[in-house]
């Protein structure tokens, strides 16, 4: 057959292999929102820790000068607390300060055990555990006191039973979490060193005071209301005020510092 044959038609070239290459991203578009589940909460852990901080001084306010001069939030003091009961200086009691003791360290033991459970990869969730427990245990502590007499032994055991084993539970929580400077709620001493030290003044640059001041303002402030509260009222107020702020961070704390 003759003639010409009709011309052949250039095949396409072949399509690269692999993902294709993303759109460039438009800088106009706003950002995505965070998916870090540890984000989700309100309130931040350390703004968190400054609160809970100031709720150690308000407890320690309630049981010190309602409960006969007994700490349950902080530790230190009551060892030397401790140390006056058994050299028989008056106004102290043995069996207060060393049920006080006891339950704080059943407290801090529970709390490792709670954080080695639910806290694997994560702080917001073992921060909410323990501080949903906290609010708890401070709000059967304000029914108890509210329901029956300050001065019963019975009170006074539950109620120091109560708050030194929440405290427990939360200390050991809050040093699991690690935040910098922050990492109890109840001991200022070693805050106060390392304020002090690390200042200008003491030769350093003075760049981790502000959090250090912060922690310390909270304990005072919180020992201050605490202690009005107490000369003022009875010992129920101020720990439903302790058992609600617990709640409301326990509902809104973040694993985010």
């Known amino acids: 057959m003759t003639g010409t044959e009709p011309p052949i038609e250039p095949s396409e070239p072949p399509k690269p292999s692999g993902p294709e290459p993303s759109e460039p991203s438009d800088p106009s578009k706003p950002p995505e929102p965070s ?13 968190a820790l400054l609160a809970l901080t100031a709720i150690s001084g308000l407890v320690d306010a309630v049981t010190f000068l309602g409960l006969g001069h007994v700490f349950t939030a902080n530790m230190t003091g009551n060892v030397v607390v401790l140390g006056f009961a058994a050299a028989g200086a008056p106004g102290f009691s043995v069996p207060h300060t060393a049920t006080s003791l006891v339950c704080f360290l059943v407290g801090a033991a529970t709390g490792g055990r709670v954080v080695r459970r639910v806290g694997e990869g994560s702080r917001r969730t073992p921060a909410r555990v323990v501080l949903a427990a906290e609010a708890l245990l401070l709000g059967v502590s304000a029914a108890v006191a509210s329901a029956t007499s300050d001065d019963a032994p ?8 109560l708050t030194a084993f929440a405290m427990g539970l939360r200390n050991a929580t809050v040093r699991k979490l690690a935040v910098r400077d922050l990492t ?3 001991v200022v001493t070693m805050t106060l060193t390392g304020l002090a030290s690390d200042s200008r003044a003491g030769g350093g640059t003075g760049r981790r ?11 005072f402030s919180g020992a201050v209301l605490g202690a009005v509260l107490v000369l003022h009222n009875d010992l129920a107020i101020p720990l439903l005020l302790a058992a609600t702020t617990s709640a409301v961070l326990a509902l809104t704390v ?3 510092e």
Request: glycine share 8%; aromatic share 2%; net charge positive.
């Open 35 to 47: 998916r870090d589940p540890e984000a989700r909460g309100g309130v931040r852990l350390v703004p």
């Open 154 to 161: 019975a009170t006074v055991y539950t109620i120091i039973t």
């Open 184 to 186: 109890t709620t109840t």
């Open 209 to 219: 005071s502000p959090r250090r001041t912060a922690a310390v303002a909270a304990m």
């Open 254 to 256: 973040s694993g985010k």
